[in-house]
């Protein structure tokens, strides 16, 4: 559970940190508004994700199952929204941007691919659902494949949530690079 709520936190304060990052960028190479505003978009829709996520490391799926796949179908979304602005966004800044757009897009397909299986699955598993205790699902009770196929699914969109922070962890190194790259080449120092 703690586990689940400090990645919460870490993912606000990350792509907070990132949407910094990446306003700072636009602002020295264009005066447009829109980019900045969509930095400030997604960081919110992260922001909101985050909330879902430390919610969800305290909820228990045995008497809130309804707020529990709420609060997941709300994060699944928000990275539905979210994951291809910033690929447009690093598309826009970096110069080594082709690899960050790969993988920000496989983490995309891979994180919808997750989202729609789950929600799929689950209803599916819903719908044949016949067991006696509804949260100890034994292998031989209708319902048991589906929600099993729901669960790895589950399991995939989290992985993508891990990803994605890598992802971003990577582009700001390489964002500390570049400043130091410039710094160098302003102070007339060249490294090799």
């Known amino acids: 559970m703690s586990l689940m709520g400090s990645y919460g936190v ?42 879902c996520i430390v919610i969800l490391s305290f909820i228990d799926t045995k008497h809130n199952n309804k707020i529990h796949y709420r609060l997941t179908v709300t994060s699944f979304v928000c990275h539905t929204i979210v994951l291809p602005l910033n690929t447009l966004l690093v598309v826009f800044v970096f110069r080594s941007w082709k690899w960050f757009v790969l993988a920000r897009i496989l983490v995309a397909i891979q994180m919808g691919l997750g989202s729609f299986f789950f929600r799929y699955f689950n209803k599916a598993g819903l719908r044949v659902l016949n067991a006696v205790n509804h949260f100890y699902i034994k292998r031989h009770e209708p319902g048991y494949k589906e929600f099993t196929w729901s669960a790895i699914c589950e399991w995939i969109v989290v992985l993508g949530c891990v990803e994605i922070t890598l992802i971003t962890g990577l582009e700001l190194r390489n964002y500390e690079k570049e400043i130091e790259e410039r710094k160098r080449k302003h102070a007339g120092i060249w490294t090799i």
């Open 10 to 51: 870490m993912t606000i304060i990350s792509q907070w940190l990132w949407s910094i990052m990446m306003r700072k960028k636009f602002q020295r190479r264009t005066k447009s508004i829109m980019c900045p505003f969509v930095c400030i978009f997604s960081a919110g829709v992260y922001t909101l994700l985050g909330i």
